[in-house]
Structures are given as C-alpha cells and as structure tokens.
C-alpha cells in the first residue's frame, strides 16, 4: 500500500510558470514531510521540509504549503527555469527515521 | 567536504550471485539508511543503522537481503542468490542522526543488474 500518493507524474510548464506537485497521505503519526529533487544519474537532494504546525513554508522559489485536516501537502516553484527540470519526490516521515516516499513527478521547463 | 560515496556505480551480475555494495558515509554521520528505488519509483526504505547497530531493518524484503556497519561508519549491503526482480538502484544515504528528524544526504546510488 502506497503510504504517500504523489501527483502529477509528470509536467511540463513554460519558464516562468509555477509548477505544482501534489501529495496525500492517510497515517496521522506523520509529523515530517520532506521534498527532494533528484536529476538523472544523481541521488535525491533535499529541497525543503516542513513539520504539520505550520500551514506555508518558503526558501527561495520553493514553497510547501500544507493542510493537516485534509492531510494533503503540495510543493509550488515560483519562476521555475530550464534548471528546475529534475524529479521531485515528497516524503513523509513519523515516529522513525525511516521516510515513506512518493512515485515522483518528472518536471520539464521549456525555455 | 566530500559527500555520501557508493562503490560500485554500476554491478551487473547473474541470477543466483552473491553481491555486495559499499556506502561511505560524509564523516561524523551516525546514521546511515539504506533504500532501494526501482525504475519509475520513489526511493523504498530497506533499513537504519544509528551506530553499528540496525536500529530498524523492516525494510529488507526478505533474509536473502543484509547489511552490516561494523565499525559505526562504511556500510556493505549484502544480496544473496539475486534474483531478476532485484535489479534496481541502490541508494544510501547518511545524517547526523539523533531524535528529531535531520537531513538525508545521499549517495549518488548503484545501479544493480541482474541478468
């Protein structure tokens, strides 16, 4: 059973553009949901992370938005570049060091 | 520094072989993980080591899969008698550890084959 279920799995957006990737989970014990990027040939990179008492995190152009009652959590890329285009995963994680990731989202900027 | 290295990048074996596949760790991490990402896939949780001990191996998918870290810091995980549905990318990573959660860094993975 899939602990985290990530939308799309793939999406091409226009540099500029704003690109969002979603994710649910069903397991209320998760308390850390992480996004990583990974490129090809390359292990997963942590981007951002947030922890469900705050609704909005930002870094840069990253930003995790989170609802707690709907247990869902998305990642938006403000004028996202020909460099964002990567694999992104979301993740949780609750109780253990051990994080439950999802499918991925193949991201294409076109310049 | 230099970050999280796995040897090899790449292993092809045949069905039945015994293979093993190193981590090395950035140094100073106490906590190394091991996770297996299939083609298409996010990355699966195989197990935790906090130290030299496996603080949590619910992930191995069967006693045909170990992993040891006998000294705290280079980790070997350990197939045997592979099988064809075992092929995938095997991707370590290591943090400072601890209780609350810190940041995984990982290896660049190795891409196992078997044939």
């Known amino acids: 059973q899939q602990q985290v279920k990530q939308s799309p799995q793939s999406l091409i957006v226009q540099k500029g553009g704003i690109p969002i990737i979603n994710c649910a989970y069903e397991?209320?014990?998760?308390?850390?949901f992480p996004w990583y990027q990974q490129f090809p040939g390359k292990g997963p990179a942590l981007l951002i992370a947030?922890?469900?008492?705050?609704s909005e995190k930002k870094e840069g152009r990253f930003t995790i938005s989170f609802n707690k009652s709907a247990k869902q959590f998305s990642l938006h890329i403000m004028d996202s570049q020909p460099g964002d285009s990567a694999t992104y995963f979301c993740?949780?994680?609750?109780?253990?060091?051990?994080?439950?990731f999802g499918t991925g989202t193949s991201l294409t900027v076109i310049p | 520094g230099a970050g999280v290295s796995q040897t090899p990048s790449n292993k092809v074996t045949e069905k039945g072989k015994y293979v093993e596949l190193r981590c090395d760790p950035i140094s100073g991490h106490t906590a190394l993980y091991w996770y297996r990402q299939s083609l298409g896939q996010g990355p699966e949780f195989l197990i935790y080591?906090?130290?030299?001990?496996?603080?949590?191996d619910s992930g191995l998918p069967n006693d045909r899969f170990f992993a040891v870290r006998p000294e705290g810091s280079v980790s070997t995980l350990k197939i045997q008698r592979t099988e064809r549905g075992d092929s995938a990318v095997y991707l370590c990573?290591?943090?400072?550890?601890?209780?609350?959660?810190?940041?995984?860094?990982f290896g660049p993975g190795t891409r196992l084959t078997v044939l």
């Open positions: 993740a949780a994680g609750g109780g253990s060091n051990q994080f439950y």
């Open positions: 947030i922890r469900p008492d705050v």
């Open positions: 080591f906090q130290g030299t001990g496996a603080a949590d």
């Open positions: 397991n209320t014990a998760f308390d850390y």
């Open positions: 990573a290591s943090s400072f550890g601890g209780r609350e959660y810190t940041e995984q860094f």
